[in-house]
T-cell receptor, first 117, second 118 residues
Framework: AQKITQTQPGMFVQEKEAVTLDCTYD???????LFWYKQPSSGEMIFLIY??????QNATEGRYSLNFQKARKSANLVISASQLGDSAMYFC??????????????FGQGTRLTINP | NAGVMQNPRHLVRRRGQEARLRCSPV?????VYWYRQLPEEGLKFMVY????????ESGMPKERFSAEFPKEGPSILRIQQVVRGDSAAYFC????????????????FGAGTRLSVL
């Protein structure tokens, strides 16, 4: 079974600084996907970025990038030039195959990020 | 395009009542997943459905919980005879039919239903 570990319960960062949120995973699968979601105080879950295990390059989406180190089984999220609106809970997740073309997501415990002005 | 729609956003029930949570997936998405989030925790998978079929319900409690995704209409998560421990946020997610390979089948979430049991 897949396992996701997020070791930072909370982080405080000054506005405009870059921040790295840690995520390590455990799996015996050769092919897998890693996801990051943001949950602001309003409660919805917002998809941020995806990394496939066979992707040759680290994923990037605007200010979000994924520092993927396969040998270390880590998939850290990097947010550049942080903004006040980045304050939220951040969840790392991994897909666990159900059937062809469908997977359940296994989530970490989350990291609460607070951006200070 | 409308995203995943869940209603109600907030639901209050007394112990012993029934809770019905609704989810309309993104148009064109045929896969629906339900997850539960207890306070200060990550989401936990409950059930995966396709139209008219439950494919994986390994995360569903054995009693009182059921889910359906009929041919027409939204997916429904039903909790009978609710207890205080059922208080949580329930999220629905949808994804398009598989075909991009296993990994990149992104699930898009609704805003959740927050169930409070008094």
């Amino acid at each position: 079974a897949q396992k996701i570990t997020q070791t930072q319960p909370g982080m405080f960062v000054q506005e405009k600084e870059a921040v790295t949120l840690d995520c390590t995973y455990d799996t015996s699968d050769q092919s897998y996907g890693l996801f990051w979601y943001k949950q602001p105080s309003s409660g919805e879950m917002i998809f941020l970025i995806y990394q496939g295990s066979y992707d040759e390059q680290n994923a990037t989406e605007g200010r979000y990038s994924l520092n993927f180190q396969k040998a270390r089984k880590s998939a850290n999220l990097v947010i550049s030039a942080s903004q006040l609106g980045d304050s939220a809970m951040y969840f790392c997740a991994m897909g666990e195959r159900i059937i062809q073309g469908a997977q359940k997501l296994v989530f970490g415990q989350g990291t609460r990020l607070t951006i200070n002005p | 395009n409308a995203g995943v729609m869940q209603n109600p956003r907030h639901l209050v029930r007394r112990r012993g009542q029934e809770a019905r949570l609704r989810c309309s997936p993104v148009k064109g998405h045929s896969h629906v997943y339900w997850y539960r989030q207890l306070p200060e925790e990550g989401l936990k998978f409950m059930v995966y459905l396709q139209k008219e079929n439950i494919i994986d319900e390994s995360g569903m409690p054995k009693e009182r919980f059921s889910a359906e995704f009929p041919k027409e209409g939204p997916s429904i998560l039903r909790i009978q005879q609710v207890v205080r421990g059922d208080s949580a946020a329930y999220f629905c997610a949808s994804s398009p039919p598989g075909g991009l390979g296993l990994a990149k089948n992104i699930q898009y979430f609704g805003a959740g239903t927050r169930l409070s049991v008094l």
